[in-house]
């Protein structure tokens, strides 16, 4: 990728957001914060900007990207939505929620943008600094999570920073991010509704908001999988990761919940829990931070005890079982997208 400075531009800084913009305008790179995760944004309508956005994140090309839009209206004219996309998109937009629709047509956001498909990823952040860039702006943005490919997503300006400084034009720092995964995707091109990637919306919000049960999650290994960021392997932090963990071996890193003590806790290297009072809200916005955390704490492996799979416990465990899986051995050099 193009080496450049990167800027840290504090959101509530005069003028900070309107730079941003004129960034984006200029088909630059600048990282945002989302309720969810950072993004890293660029014109979704400049294929230049999303080349430059895929060399940047080291991500292979076969990855199609979010497009963020400022309100549901400006969603609409890119996708064409059916019964549940519009019910989905009036109760939970702007939110963690990510619908994915059938391609309107027009340049709006890009072909490179969208893996050629004929079908595009959209999403209304809440996010006040996220909102007024896109609306700064004034199209659509596309923006994966601001990590290099298969790190762990940033809910931090520093986190960003450690990751892509040098290979963005900017940060915009909001702070740290509330909900701490990513948004839930959902696949409404069809009848019934799919669960593309468990998220910041809990499953059971949407299927109340529906009245009817949705598909459960496809499996993820297929040579062409529905949502190719849901590859084995996404999301992971340096040491390996041992889930459902019973007990802890000596200088082995331990992420608990609600004060849950396994058997060797008290010989354990770092300890972090990601709710001492069980809430799950609260284990989602720190679970990246605390990887981060004990990954540099310099343990080899990190014992992870059992959580619950209910509510936002079912985007935490889909991402601890991804940082758990096995990794695909480092790519070759030139296998990156070139800009
Ligand atoms: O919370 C989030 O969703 C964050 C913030 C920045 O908005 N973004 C994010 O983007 O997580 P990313 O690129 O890391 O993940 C996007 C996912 C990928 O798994 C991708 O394969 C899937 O969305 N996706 C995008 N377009 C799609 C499409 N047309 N059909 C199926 N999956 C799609
Ligand atoms: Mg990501």
Redesign the pocket.
Known sequence: PQMRPTRLLPAAAPGAVEEAARLLSGGGLVAFP?E?????GADAANPQAVAALYAAKG?PAF????A?TKDAASARRLGSFNRAANILAERFWPG?L?L?VPYAGGDGVCELA??G?D???L?V?AHGDAAALIAAFGGAVV????NRSGHV?PTTAAHVMDDLSGRIDAVVDGGPTP?G???T?L?VTGEVPVL??P??LAREEIEAALGHPIARPVATDDAR??????LASHYAPRAALRLDATHVAPGEALLTFAGMAPDGTPNAGSVLDLSPSGDLTEAAARLYGALRALDASGASAIAVVPLPRTGLGEAISDRLARAAAPRPSPAPSGSEIPA
């Open positions: 989302t969810t995760v950072y993004g890293l991500r990855n199609p990207l979010i963020h963690p990510t994915v969208r893996a498909l079908t595009v990823a999403r952040p923006a994966p999570s601001a997503s909900v995964v990513e948004s995707i696949d593309l990637r998220g910041g999988p529905l949502a190719p960021g849901r």
